[in-house]
């Protein structure tokens, strides 16, 4: 009965996710076409001078970083975040009922793990921020 129980479960999880990731592409979308838009007419209305000081090559690179950290945010940070919640926490709660102590054994065991994922994390930001400093400099035409 209890294997029925975790069928619908994961079905109705399964739909619930589907839902979700639909849901934060449109969400994504829409605000990523809004912040372009803003951006281009905030360019528009510059005068010729703000083009004499600023070089086009960092304009165009740091706009183009912004505009993917937000869609990579919403797409998939935030999806991510939410489904891991979700799993997380019902994975802990049927690891309890059928076994504490196995589920003290799988933590323990874990720690050593999420701590070399964060040190990966902090390496892939500093990665991240050589790219887009690389990206300055090969798109500076101006």
């Known amino acids: 009965m209890m294997v029925v129980y975790l069928l619908i479960l994961l ?5 619930c996710r589907g839902l979700q990731g639909e849901l934060f592409v449109r969400v994504s979308v829409k605000i990523l076409t809004m912040v372009k838009n803003d951006l281009f007419a905030a360019i528009i209305r510059k005068d010729t001078s703000f083009f ?3 070089k086009t090559g960092e304009l165009i690179s740091a706009l183009t970083s912004d505009c993917e950290v937000i869609q990579n945010c919403f797409q998939m940070n935030i999806d991510m975040t939410f489904s891991a919640v979700y799993v997380i926490t019902f994975s802990l709660i049927i690891m309890l009922m059928l076994s504490p102590t196995l589920t003290g054994v799988v933590f323990l065991t874990l720690s050593p ?3 070399v994922a964060l040190f990966f994390s902090k390496c ?5 921020k050589i790219i887009q400093e ?3 400099v090969l798109t500076n035409t101006a």
């Not at 079905?11 to 739909?15: A, C, K, N």
């Not at 892939?124 to 991240?128: A, C, E, K, L, V």
């Open 124 to 128: 892939m930001r500093y990665f991240g």
């Open 134 to 136: 690389r990206k300055k």
């Open 52 to 54: 004499d000081k600023n």
């Open 11 to 15: 079905f109705v999880s399964s739909v």
């Open 113 to 115: 793990s999420l701590l």
